[in-house]
């Protein structure tokens, strides 16, 4: 099973690894993207006005333009100890600890708008670019990366069970044919449901944890369902692939 999670746009500072090195990341037949992805960043932080527009910051957030200027010389650190935010918080995937740490980092992936996937232990830089980010005068991101990313997301899925756990703007990078998704609803008391954003992402990193460290090998939604209620969480399941996380409004 490969649970495919989404990056955040915070990024823990630092690291102790060597400069990037894309031969050192999983899957090199996405080496030319990301190496063109990389270079063009590092060149539009030369402007901070138009890589402000670009990636969608404010002069307060100048430091992130600094770091995709330092992207080849910052140290890194394995992908899933870079990402934070609510879905990495409730991952806590350094509390982790023998077998359950070893299955985590064989099961989680990030979607990548730069690195395009990303396997937990890749060593990445802290860097700035979203799956919305219009780079000046470039295809769209989705349109670069959808030609080589989904045949090797469709290796992955011939092999094994992949649970997409990504936000629709990084979905559209690379569909995952078969994948189980997941959707986190509220319920209201007259029967009446909605989708949750603000606690969306907690309930994803928690269902990640559940998956990542899981002694069971879920082969399909009806598995991965049955891991999640025996935690506790109201899952039901909508069609073959789709799980719906259900909460009380």
Partial sequence: MLVLLPPSETKVNGGEGPPLRLDALSHPELDPVRKELVNELVDL???VAASRDALGLSP???AEV???AAIFDSPTMPALHRYTGVLYDALDVRSLRGAAAERARARLAVGSALFGLL???DPVPAYRLSAGS???DRPSLAARWKPVLEPVLAGIAADELVVDLRSGSYAALGRVPGAVTVTVLAERPDGSRSVVSH?????KGRLARLLAGTRAEPTDAAAVATIARRAGMQVERV???ALEIILPA
């Fill in 66 to 68: 600094a770091r995709n």
């Fill in 60 to 62: 307060k957030q100048d």
């Fill in 134 to 136: 219009a780079l000046p």
């Fill in 199 to 203: 606690f969306n992402k907690a309930h």
């Fill in 119 to 121: 396997h937990a232990d």
């Fill in 45 to 47: 932080a030369g402007d």
């Fill in 239 to 241: 069609g073959t692939h």
